[in-house]
């Protein structure tokens, strides 16, 4: 059983010609409204990927949380430890430009509410997914437990937060994009991705995968930095790009070493990109092998 803790939002997501400069207003026309927050895309990933999955998060008690809940249930995720909270579900206002590029702002609502009591037990779990959407605290809490179990752990540093290293020493795989490592690199950001990732490496992560968009992805295990290239597809929105790779790339690690899982990845996260949105885009096991195959 794969345990995804993290945040759950609804997303409200318009299309638009070029985004928005600070104080521009653009125009779109019909909007999105769809389920979102990165621990539950990734839950969703994970899910459609072929692995079992319980969800641990904190939904409102608006008519949003029931809509989010039933789409993950929709899915065969476990939500029994996805709390009902007195206040808002989380909410994320998404513009997507022409070339797919997206920008984001999200309210948390009630994602600020899980708590280190939320856990449930950690019995059958193989492997602990989190992000950076719930309490660092939490997030903590969450990964010492699992540490404590012989469970695994991927933290997706996303969005972008320095880290101390006591919280990166207890992480299995780190997954980031290039903008979450350079917030973790401190005294090395800008510096070449092969060395920073050697220091990053230093300071606890077993494994560390940097996903470069449609440049592919970099990984360092091992000692050593490798690259695996992007699946060429025409992207018409790279929302939940980010959250696929990370969700099948957990999902695949059951079964397969690094590289092959994040050739799958690549192959899952370039298919999110040919849809709109963040879950609704997110591929199932049979796609993802018909690309791979191709
Ligand atoms: P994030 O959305 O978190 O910033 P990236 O933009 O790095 O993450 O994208 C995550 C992964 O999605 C990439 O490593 C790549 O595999 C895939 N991807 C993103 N954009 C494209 C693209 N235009 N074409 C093909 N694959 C893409």
Request: some cysteine; glycine content about 10%; overall charge negative.
């Amino acid at each position: 059983m794969i345990l995804v803790a993290g945040s759950i939002n609804i997303d409200f997501a318009v299309q638009v010609q070029a985004l928005p400069a600070p104080g521009e207003t653009v125009m779109g026309s019909a909007y999105l409204v769809s389920p979102g927050g990165k621990g539950a895309n990734q839950a969703v990933a994970c899910a459609r990927a072929g692995a079992p999955v319980q969800f641990v998060g904190c939904a409102g008690s608006d008519a949003y949380g029931d809509q989010l809940r039933e789409a993950l249930q929709s899915d065969g995720i476990d939500t029994t430890s996805l709390r009902r909270v007195d206040g808002q579900t989380g909410a994320a206002f998404v513009t997507v430009g022409s070339d797919g590029e997206n920008t984001i702002a999200v309210a948390s609502g009630v994602n600020q509410a899980l708590r280190e009591a939320d856990l449930p037990e950690l019995n059958g779990v193989t492997h602990l997914i989190l992000q950076l959407e719930i309490p660092l605290e939490t997030v903590r809490a969450f990964a010492q437990a699992a540490r404590r179990a012989g469970v695994h752990v991927t933290l997706n540093a996303a969005p972008a937060h320095p880290l101390d290293d006591e919280l990166l020493g207890l992480v299995d795989l780190l997954i980031v994009n290039a903008g979450e490592l350079e917030a973790l690199c401190g005294a090395q950001a800008g510096a070449g991705l092969e060395y920073q990732l050697e220091v990053l490496s230093g300071r606890g992560p077993k494994a560390i995968v940097v996903t470069l968009g449609a440049d592919g992805a970099a990984f360092w295990t091992n000692g050593r930095c490798h690259r695996s290239a992007a699946f060429a597809v025409q992207a018409v929105d790279t929302t939940g790009a980010g959250d696929t790779f990370v969700g099948v790339l957990v999902a695949a690690l059951r079964h397969m070493d690094l590289t092959a899982a994040v050739q799958r990845a690549s192959a899952a996260a370039a298919l999110a990109c040919t849809q709109r949105g963040a879950q609704i885009s997110m591929p199932r096991l049979s796609a993802i092998e018909r690309l791979l195959a191709s």
